[in-house]
């Protein structure tokens, strides 16, 4: 029996291995000339004598500048904004913002993103967030956001559930958790969570009017003052407005 159970040890660390393997072959390593480094790290934020900004500022001042960031292309092109995010998540590759800004680039201006090696799409930069750190829970959630706007459900449901257990708590969270249990038809526990987006203040409609059409209301009323969103809720379920990222 103790070989036995060597064995199946083995034989799992293996196809681990084999699975991390191919995902880098498939996506690249994360070491590069910019990085990785953690965006969490409360060293890459504090000034320094030759870096009054802090690291992350000095990337995003150049890289991921707000008009970037809410993807104003009469400012900037479709390829030139993947470019930028790419720098970004070179150096950081668990930035969640960049993570989320890349994933709504490829859903809304795709047809304009000339063609490019697999390795700068959102799917290789999500692989690689999830590579560096696993176990962040804002990386699983805007990768949850990811998957539910590529119509991937199922997968899009796991990654909530995961970032919920890792902690995520927030108000936004909390409301495209909602839409995506409303799409997948699990009504009651879509307007648990939309009751608890509402109650911390967020001020989106779409997510109480789809619950109502099917017969579920929600209070939407909240004296809770309202959050920034972390991350921004459906594209098509926001009720006319984005709630776009905010930094922490």
Not at 32 to 53: C, I
Not at 93 to 103: D, G, K, R, W
Request: charged share 25%; aromatic share 10%; net charge neutral.
């Amino acid at each position: 029996m103790y070989f036995k159970n060597i064995g199946i040890g083995a034989l799992a660390l293996a196809v681990l291995s084999t699975a991390a393997y191919a995902s880098e072959y498939d996506c690249g390593p994360l070491e590069n000339s910019l990085g990785p480094f953690d965006y969490n790290d409360p060293a890459m934020r504090a000034p320094t004598g030759e870096n009054p900004m802090g690291q992350i500022k000095r990337v995003e001042n150049v890289h991921f500048q707000p008009d970037m960031q809410f993807l104003n292309i009469r400012r900037f092109t479709p390829e030139r904004l993947r470019g930028e995010f790419g720098y970004t998540l070179g150096a950081f590759p668990n930035h969640p913002l960049a993570l989320n800004a890349i994933s709504r680039l490829e859903m809304l201006y795709s047809k304009q993103l000339p063609p490019a090696p697999k390795r700068v799409t959102a799917n290789c930069f999500f692989d690689r967030a999830i590579r560096f750190r696993p176990e962040d829970r804002k990386v699983r959630f805007v990768y949850g956001v990811h998957l539910h706007q590529t119509g991937k459900l199922n997968d899009a449901l796991k990654e909530y559930q995961l970032a919920e257990s890792l902690g995520e708590d927030s108000a936004n969270f909390y409301y495209n958790y909602g839409l995506l249990l409303a799409d997948l038809k699990n009504w009651e526990l879509a307007q648990k969570y939309a009751r608890k987006a509402y109650a911390n203040g967020i001020a989106l409609p779409g997510l109480a009017n789809k619950l109502q059409r099917n017969g579920y209301r929600v209070d939407t009323r909240s004296e809770a003052k309202a959050s920034e969103p972390d991350t921004p809720a459906s594209e098509s379920e926001a009720g006319g407005a984005i709630a776009h990222p905010q930094a922490n």
